[in-house]
């Protein structure tokens, strides 16, 4: 086997578990910090979470700063005026407690502090040229993967676009994945979190640009999510089943930063952006039509794919392993009832009036490039509308 080069980035420590966010303590008390701001947004702000967060915090180091994100969706006004906070209250680290979009936030907001600037001007892969200030990320969802990769997406209402930001000095310092924290998610949000990690992961392993490391840690994304979403989906209570989603939310976000996103990503992040759909769940909505199309370029990463969940193709041919991967993908969505784009309420009308500019920022992604099947604007056309039946 040719292994073309390749490098491995991650944060220096990852905490994970139930109740690991007790840990957090020794590690904080050893970094020398002096002024905290602590970052949080909606819901997360009125739970024993945060002021768990808070108390361990304020003993440890002493006087913290607090800013609440007016919306879960990160936006580039909120990073300026968390930015503007940081500085006026002489803060030294950031500490954010919340939803995959709220630590993109934190990112955002620590670009500002040490790079100054307009969030525009580092948009792309490595334009951020200072360290962020230490940055300890605490997801209060887990699929993002946010709380361990180099990337960040601040939405621009203005433009109705996304500034997608990609850099090794995005990847937090300490991420700290508690399942405790997702005990509350619903039914509909579990499996848009667990679908987000699960396009992660399969993206990773049929990328362009997949290698060694990844592969395998997709692969163990791929296999815990298949065995313990349904679980989680049941029953939010289930801590076995939430402990394993969380960890596959770490290593699908430990894959997309070191072997890249392709296309389900490239097609979703308009789609979330437009009509205001968390993007969980416009990825779900894009997998089984995306797994129907790319199948045929790589059938032994899509048989691969059937093995992990579960099924029987060790006997089969390559093709007809594919097929049982492309099945095991359109039952997993269909069991977690993920809605079309029509059941999500998007109106045919705005959808139709809004293909073209989806399809254009879809060919303009770098992301798009990494699919294993080349893809152009007709097939892109045609998937989109697949996901609106
Ligand atoms: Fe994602």
């Known amino acids: 086997?040719?292994?073309?080069?390749?490098?491995?980035?991650?944060?220096?420590?990852?905490?994970?578990?139930?109740?690991?966010?007790?840990?957090?303590?020794?590690?904080?008390?050893?970094?020398?910090?002096?002024?905290?701001?602590?970052?949080?947004?909606?819901?997360?702000?009125?739970?024993?979470?945060?002021?768990?967060?808070?108390e361990m915090l304020e003993r440890t180091i002493g006087e913290t700063s607090k800013y609440t994100a007016p919306s879960e969706e990160s936006d580039h006004l909120m990073a300026r005026e968390g930015a503007n906070q940081f500085l006026k209250d002489r803060c030294d680290c950031i500490f954010v407690m919340g939803s995959g979009s709220t630590i993109d936030t934190a990112k955002a907001i620590g670009i500002?502090?040490?790079?100054?600037?307009?969030?525009?001007?580092?948009?792309?892969?490595?334009?951020?040229?200072?360290?962020?200030?230490?940055?300890?990320?605490?997801?209060?969802?887990?699929?993002?993967?946010?709380?361990?990769?180099?990337c960040a997406m601040v939405t621009d209402p203005e433009e109705k676009a996304r500034i997608a930001i990609s850099s090794p000095l995005l990847i937090p310092e300490i991420a700290v994945s508690d399942p405790l924290l997702t005990l509350s998610l619903s039914p509909p949000d579990t499996a848009a979190m667990g679908l987000d990690a699960f396009c992660h992961a399969v993206e990773s392993l049929t990328s362009r640009k997949e290698q060694p490391f990844t592969n395998t840690l997709a692969l163990s994304a791929i296999k815990l999510i298949s065995d313990n979403i349904r679980k989680a989906w049941c029953d939010g209570e289930d801590i076995k089943a939430r402990s394993g989603i969380m960890l596959a939310g770490i290593l699908g976000g430990v894959c997309t930063?070191?072997?890249?996103?392709?296309?389900?990503?490239?097609?979703?992040?308009?789609?979330?952006?437009?009509?205001?759909?968390?993007?969980?769940?416009?990825?779900?909505?894009?997998?089984p039509g995306w797994a129907d199309f790319t199948h045929l370029a790589c059938p032994e990463k899509f048989k691969l794919i059937a093995e992990t969940m579960g099924y029987k193709v060790q006997e089969m041919n390559e093709l007809d392993g594919a097929r049982k991967g492309l099945e095991a993908i359109k039952y997993l969505c269909e069991d977690l009832e993920v809605p079309s784009l029509e059941q999500m309420g998007i109106d045919i009308d705005d959808f139709e009036r809004f293909l073209e500019k989806m399809t254009d920022d879809t060919l303009k992604s770098e992301t798009a490039q990494n699919n294993p099947r080349a893809v152009n604007r007709k097939q892109i056309l045609e998937l989109y509308k697949k996901a609106y039946l």
Not at 130 to 136: A, C, D, E, S
Not at 266 to 276: E, T
């Open 112 to 150: 500002l502090t040490t790079n100054g600037g307009y969030l525009k001007d580092f948009q792309g892969e490595g334009k951020v040229l200072h360290p962020l200030p230490p940055l300890v990320a605490i997801p209060s969802t887990g699929g993002s993967g946010s709380e361990v990769s180099k």
């Open 1 to 54: 086997m040719l292994v073309l080069p390749f490098e491995f980035r991650m944060p220096r420590l990852i905490l994970s578990g139930p109740g690991c966010l007790e840990k957090l303590e020794t590690e904080i008390s050893r970094l020398g910090l002096r002024k905290p701001l602590i970052i949080t947004s909606g819901e997360m702000e009125r739970t024993i979470y945060l002021a768990s967060l808070v």
């Open 257 to 287: 930063t070191n072997s890249s996103l392709s296309l389900i990503h490239a097609m979703s992040n308009p789609l979330s952006v437009i009509f205001k759909i968390p993007h969980g769940l416009t990825n779900a909505s894009l997998l």
